[in-house]
T-cell receptor
Framework: RKEVEQDPGPFNVPEGATVAFNCTYS??????FFWYRQDCRKEPKLLMS???SGNEDGRFTAQLNRASQYISLLIRDSKLSDSATYLC??????????FGTGTSLTVIP | DVKVTQSSRYLVKRTGEKVFLECVQD?????MFWYRQDPGLGLRLIYF???????EKGDIPEGYSVSREKKERFSLILESASTNQTSMYLC?????????????FGSGTQLSVL
């Protein structure tokens, strides 16, 4: 079983739509959680960390459910510039990071 | 601003060549990592290092070696490049051991082995 599993996608949504991605992780000892964004042929860049209390950054909201071992990312009012691949990343213990395979989002005009 | 720098953005090599991919970080991070990324497979860990001269195998170390002689520099070596090593190679770094610390990536090297 993979350490981190993500929605396979791809997601194709119209501008202005709300879209949600989910990610599950297998190890209950996981310590920290992140969403990264990756544009085509570029490196992953941190979008946001994910906290147990949930956190919001503008149109983006991340949630963590430790009991069910999943994290989510909600994007409201999608923009064309949100088109990218979104990676779920789980940190086990400082130097062990596990990645989902990524979910592709295309926002359509 | 934090920076992880990879020496080449694109590289074309021939089968059998020895290939060096260099990575330098300016954040005084203890941990450094080499990943490869292939379509449909996501990021896979090749090697990581948690201190100078220390190295640990990741999930797919075969055909690769690494060197960490200085804290800021982590090199990936393909001893004898093969076509199945054509991939995007990503270097990353993070501080040691503290929960919540994130990864910082270099801009990647797209390696083609012909």
């Amino acid at each position: 079983r993979k350490e981190v599993e993500q929605d396979p996608g791809p997601f194709n949504v119209p501008e202005g739509a709300t879209v949600a991605f989910n990610c599950t992780y297998s190890n209950s000892a996981s310590q920290s959680f992140f969403w990264y964004r990756q544009d085509c042929r570029k490196e992953p860049k941190l979008l946001m960390s994910v906290y147990s209390s949930g956190n919001e950054d503008g149109r983006f909201t991340a949630q963590l459910n430790r009991a069910s071992q999943y994290i989510s990312l909600l994007i409201r009012d999608s923009k064309l510039s949100d088109s990218a691949t979104y990676l779920c990343v789980v940190n086990m213990a400082g130097n062990q990071f596990y990645f989902g395979t990524g979910t592709s989002l295309t926002v359509i005009p | 601003d934090v920076k992880v720098t990879q020496s080449s953005r694109y590289l074309v090599k021939r089968t059998g060549e020895k290939v060096f991919l260099e990575c330098v970080q300016d954040m005084d991070h203890e941990n450094m990592f080499w990943y490869r990324q292939d379509p449909g497979l996501g990021l896979r860990l090749i090697y990581f290092s948690y201190d100078v001269k220390m190295k640990e195998k990741g999930d797919i170390p075969e055909g690769y070696s690494v060197s960490r002689e200085k804290k800021e520099r982590f090199s990936l070596i393909l001893e004898s490049a093969s076509t199945n090593q054509t991939s995007m190679y990503l270097c990353a770094s993070s501080p040691r051991g503290r929960a919540g610390e994130k990864l910082f990536f270099g801009s990647g090297t797209q390696l083609s082995v012909l």
